[in-house]
Structures are given as C-alpha cells and as structure tokens.
C-alpha cells in the first residue's frame, strides 16, 4: 500500500514508485475497498500492508489500474440472500433515520430499509415519529433483490 486518501488508495504494483503519477501504481475507490461500511479507508488497509486485489481495468495510457479489494472477498449481501426468504421476520436496531424511513441492521454489514409508509399504521409524517437510531425492532422481509443489494422491510402486523 503506497498512500491512502480519502477518495480510495494508491498501491504500488511490484515495487512500484511511491508517486501515483507514475506507472505501476494502482488504484482502488473507497467503495471497492471493503463490503462493509466504514469511515475511513484507514480502518480497512494500512500504508505498506501487502494487499491482493483483483484488476477492474488497466488504463494503458497512464499506466494505472484500477483495482478492486472487495471483489476477492465473498459479499456479505449474497450470502446473506441464500440463509432468509421474504416473510421471515428478523430482529434489529435502527441504525438510521431518514426522511423517506428507516434502516434497520438485521446481520452483521445487512442493513434493510422500512419505507415511511411502511413503519407505522396510520403512515407518520416523519421517520424519527416512529423510530429512533437504537431503538430494537422486529420486522418482516418483503423484497429480497440481489442485484441491487437491497433488502426491503416491514413491521409485521399485531
């Protein structure tokens, strides 16, 4: 690992120079660094640590790659995907609050969304009237979609 900013990190391919403005150096985006959320690409790799990566594209041109860490990693999501069907209730904490709902961490690094209209009945006016970032939940699976990486949910009926 060369250096690590805050849009991703530059790595030297086979001893390569310490600047990214020359060949051998490549790079990876912050969102290819890890499956799982983070705030810094620190938390994930350090400067010198020996990582492997797969190539996601190799600019001649500049000599650069651009290069993919999560991708060499099994995604959580898909795994995820395979042990829950839609209708099994799960349990959780808020982990976030926004205007249009609420997500919910239902596993670790699985986080699913309860629309506005779904978290209460009558419908709040606003998220946070129904739940708090904390507050424990149980919902209830209604969409899986793998290709997005998106888990919908509900609160199951009393």
């Known amino acids: 690992m060369a250096a690590i900013e805050r849009s991703g990190v530059f790595v030297d391919l086979d001893d390569g120079p310490d600047r990214p403005v ?5 790079f990876i985006t912050t969102p290819e660094l890890s499956w799982h ?4 690409p620190s938390e994930v790799v350090s400067v010198g640590e020996h990582i492997t990566c797969e190539v996601l594209v190799f600019d001649t041109h500049n000599g650069e790659a651009r290069l993919s860490l999560r991708a060499t990693q ?3 999501f898909q795994q995820f995907a395979r042990r829950v069907h839609v209708g099994q ?5 808020v982990t ?5 709902g609420a997500f919910i961490r239902v596993a670790d690094g699985i986080e699913g969304l309860i629309h506005l209209s779904e978290l209460t009945a009558p419908t709040p ?9 904390g507050d424990e939940v149980t919902v209830i699976i209604i969409e899986i979609d793998t290709l997005r990486r998106r888990l919908a949910l509900s ?3 009393v």
């Open 37 to 40: 959320r983070f705030e810094d």
């Open 89 to 93: 209730i799960l349990h959780g904490p």
């Open 125 to 133: 006016e606003v998220s946070g009237d129904a739940v708090q970032v």
């Open 155 to 157: 609160r199951p009926m």
């Open 74 to 76: 099994p995604d959580p």
């Open 96 to 100: 976030k609050v926004v205007p249009f």
């Open 22 to 26: 020359f060949p051998g150096v490549g």
